[in-house]
């Protein structure tokens, strides 16, 4: 071990301290693929590390929580019937909801609380004496900036700042909550009577599974009884789906990043063979020079992977803060930045990996080359081709990639049809790796058109079809999966815009909540009807009520449909099923909802609700954009009586024929309430544009970032190559090549790769973008349209300019260097 940490000292790192430049750039491109990773990781784990920190600090040793099936909670009358299951020993009621304009986190609870011993419970028990002696007081998180004294607004009523909560409750909701007597919360929000949920604690030997199915059966489907952490789970449907996709790009800079090491080793054995042929003459053996080889990579990658590890959680803290709205539905929590334990080591384990697996192909050169032939150049041998066999079995193992990805794509997978975005890109690499004799050739032809300059270019490429092979694939990978990239977010946004574009029938709309975000709560008061009806232009109004529902193990969209309402998912339904539904004689539901279940139309389905179990039949399934969560489309009649929510959510407004719209909507935010939102329907089609938009920016961003990665992979490859033939271009300059042509020769070579692989590339993505708008119908519930346009030509040729702008350095380089220079030995 000793005798080889030495020579790796003496040998390998001093190689790397000689090439600065080729080690920062390598570096440089690993640790980019070490930050998207580390961001994806941090995104994903900030969202549902802040419900969980929640759900565990104010449950604390809760083993069980009866929840409400929706938001608007269940009756207290079920806390006695809780309590009174044998084997209940402490039965917590506690109401959590948003209150006020500015969506604060209110908790409500009593003295049952003390049986969770929960780090609410502790932070809240020095402030208990002022609770009780302020009439409408509330204890406050310390990060809300509030003092004591201090009045808040929380929808139904005000409350008093009785309490400021120490340090210790900046953990619950980053410390930006409001917590008051269960009755007080109760009376704030306008819910007398309601909670919604009970913490229960096991007593002592009481099996768990036993007793919450005791509990569900004294609750008779009233409300759902699940482990606390079930809450944030259910919540989490969007952010899972957008790591999945952020992933699968963030991935794609690693296989980039893998092409440029297999490069870059390749290249460092070509230019150590002096080094190698002695250490074999020495009685060195090809494994230990591997073996070196193998640790300088594997030190390259770890170093790499941790300076990329710190920036991307710089990028991930500055990301949290622009996820669209829509995503974060559901959430109680605030939102902060909490970086999952193993975010950092398995985005430098992949790093290590990926350097050691591309270093370990590009290292078999040392046993393709006998001591002898090490003193010849490398790529001029036959250990510069592939075999064969290995091309054959790589067109094999390209054909069932492929297919795989199409069956995957296909089979309805839900979100584990992400599954065959990284189909594709196995199945492109190595039909590519097959192909690689003519990929090389139609280089070298490409690279002869530019003339004289282009000859020397062609016999260049054609010397080091390795290198050659690496850096089209690098070329290729980054512009395929920017055009495949852009492509499908493209195709998914307009196809999701499509599925809410009946918004767009509705001349206006008002409701507490934004456009573009789905309007579940809270209920509107009776009188905001009467004022919009009473708006001069105004020729109707019609109720629309959303709400977040539990059915099985997931959190489903209620939707209420009435006669002439436009909400989504109504154009997918057929005639009959509309109707149907209408007369209360079942629901329809979206695809995920049906793929979770196991339910197809005509079957039945049990809906737990806060008034008992109601089974009804599946009259439809139909496409949903199920990014947050899935839908159930039922009668309003229904959904305002099973689930004991009277009233909507948002109204849709119809103008009087002629009636000037902007006259109107200026009427309608007179007249509604403070808190209210008006806006047009063309203004919510378009947040919706918006939201998906914004869900998709970070994917899109990454893939030009494999794309910017891809360049200076070209950049550093073609000043390898210039190095390697310095004495070469000596010789030229000395024959009385001018430097124009010299730079003109290595722009060819740059033309010619950039050329082949931008039209691979252009083809791989618009053929991935065809297999992943297929997989994105079944991550999103949608029928997500496959469509290319023009922007393919667009995106290619950007990408391609952009792979191309690594060239410009490596040719100034060649073109400035003297005769004497460029000859004198090393």
């Keep these: 071990m000793r005798a080889a940490l030495s020579r790796v000292r003496v040998l390998n790192l001093r190689e790397m301290r000689v090439h600065p430049g080729r080690t920062v750039m390598t570096v440089s491109v690993v640790a980019t693929a070490a930050c ?129 909560l120490g340090p210790d409750a900046e953990r619950l909701s980053a410390g930006r909550f409001v917590v008051a007597p269960l009755a007080t919360a109760q009376a704030l929000t306008g819910r007398p009577d309601r909670i919604d949920s009970i913490l229960v604690v096991a007593a002592p030997g009481v099996d768990a599974a036993a007793l919450r199915a005791d509990i569900s059966e004294a609750v008779a489907g009233r409300a759902i009884v699940a482990e606390p952490s079930v809450r944030a789970a259910q919540s989490g449907g969007g952010i899972a789906v957008m790591r999945a996709l952020t992933l699968s790009a963030a991935s794609g800079a690693l296989v980039v990043a893998g092409f440029l090491i297999y490069t870059v080793t390749g290249m460092a054995v070509a230019a150590r063979r002096p080094t190698i042929s002695l250490l074999r003459a020495l009685g060195g053996r090809q494994r230990m020079i591997v073996r070196d080889l193998l640790i300088e990579s594997a030190l390259l990658g770890a170093v790499a992977g941790l300076i990329g590890s710190a920036l991307g959680v710089l990028v991930g803290r500055a990301a949290i803060g622009s996820l669209p709205a829509a995503l974060l539905q559901g ?79 296909t089979s309805d997978a839900g979100r ?87 918004l767009g029938d509705v001349d206006a709309y008002v409701g507490p909540s934004d456009p573009g975000v789905f309007p579940t709560a809270p209920i509107l008061p009776p009188e905001v009807e009467s004022a919009v009806l009473a708006v001069p232009g105004v020729a109707g109004v019609g109720s629309w009520q959303m709400a977040f529902a539990s059915l099985g193990d997931s959190r489903v969209m209620l939707t209420g449909i009435e006669d002439g309402s436009t909400a989504p998912p109504v154009r997918s339904l057929t005639d009959d099923t509309h109707a149907r539904l209408l007369a209360g004689e079942g629901v329809a539901v979206s695809r995920d909802v049906a793929r979770s279940l196991g339910l197809h139309a005509g079957d039945h389905v049990d809906l737990p609700t806060p008034t008992g179990v109601h089974s009804v039949e599946v009259l439809q399934v139909v496409p949903f954009f199920s990014a947050t969560s899935g839908v159930v489309a039922l009668s309003m009649t229904q959904l305002r009586q099973w689930y004991e929510r009277p009233g909507s959510t948002i109204l849709g407004v119809r103008f009087e024929p002629g009636a000037d719209p902007a006259t109107v909507l200026a009427g309608l935010r007179a007249a509604v309430p403070d808190g209210m939102n008006v806006y047009s329907g063309a ?24 794309v910017a990665v891809a ?26 090549a001018s430097r124009r042509f010299v730079s003109r ?14 039209g691979l590339g252009a083809l791989f993505g618009a053929a991935n973008q065809y297999v992943n708008s297929l997989a994105m119908t079944g991550v999103l519930g949608v029928d997500v349209r496959y469509d290319v346009g023009s922007a393919l030509l667009l995106f290619t040729a950007a990408a391609t300019a952009l792979a191309m702008v690594g060239a410009i350095v490596p040719a100034v380089q060649a073109s400035r260097r003297t005769v004497v220079a460029a000859i004198a030995a090393d």
């Design 36 to 164: 998207l990773l580390v961001a994806v990781f941090g995104i994903a784990g900030s969202v549902t590390g802040s419900a969980d920190r929640l759900v565990s600090g104010i449950g604390g040793n809760a083993d069980l929580e009866v929840s409400g099936v929706t938001d608007s909670g269940f009756d207290e009358s079920l806390v006695p019937v809780v309590a009174g299951v044998p084997g209940v020993a402490t039965a917590a009621p506690m109401l959590r909801a948003t209150a006020g304009p500015d969506r604060t986190l209110l908790l409500g609870a009593d003295a049952r609380m003390a049986g969770l011993g929960s780090e609410l419970q502790g932070a809240v028990a020095p402030a208990t004496t002022a609770l009780a002696t302020t009439p409408g007081g509330v204890a406050v998180g310390p990060a809300t900036g509030l003092s004591v004294g201090d009045r808040l607004d929380l929808g139904a009523g005000t409350a008093t700042v009785a309490a400021v």
């Design 331 to 409: 959430f109680e929590a605030e939102t902060e930045y909490l970086l999952p334990g193993y975010a950092i080591p398995v985005a430098i384990a992949a790093c290590v990996a990926a350097s050691v697996a591309a270093a370990a192909l590009a290292a078999r050169q040392v046993h393709a080359v006998s001591p002898v032939e090490a003193l010849v150049p490398l790529e001029a041998s036959a250990a510069g081709t592939v075999r064969p066999s290995l091309r054959v079995a790589a067109l094999v193992g390209g054909v069932v990639a492929a297919v795989a990805a199409f069956v995957v794509a």
């Design 745 to 758: 020769s290595v722009l060819a070579e740059a033309a010619a790769i950039g050329l082949v692989g931008g």
């Design 711 to 736: 360049a200076v992979a070209l950049l550093n490859t073609l000043t390898l190559s210039v190095l390697e033939r310095r004495r070469e271009i000596g010789v030229v300059r000395a024959m009385g």
């Design 416 to 502: 584990m049809s992400v599954l065959a975005i990284a189909l594709t890109t196995i199945a492109q690499v190595l039909v590519c790796l097959a192909a690689a004799p003519w990929l090389v050739r139609a280089a070298s032809t490409v690279a002869r058109v530019f003339g004289a300059p282009g000859a020397l270019a062609a016999a260049t490429l054609e010397r080091a079809p390795r290198r050659v092979w690496a850096t089209l694939m690098t070329v290729l990978v980054g512009i395929s999966m920017t055009v495949s990239t852009m492509g499908t977010n493209a195709n998914v946004i307009d196809s999701a815009t499509a599925s809410f574009a009946s």
């Design 683 to 706: 203004e919510s089609v378009d947040a919706v544009e918006a939201s998906v938009r914004g869900a998709t920016v970070l994917i899109a961003a990454m893939a030009w970032i494999v």
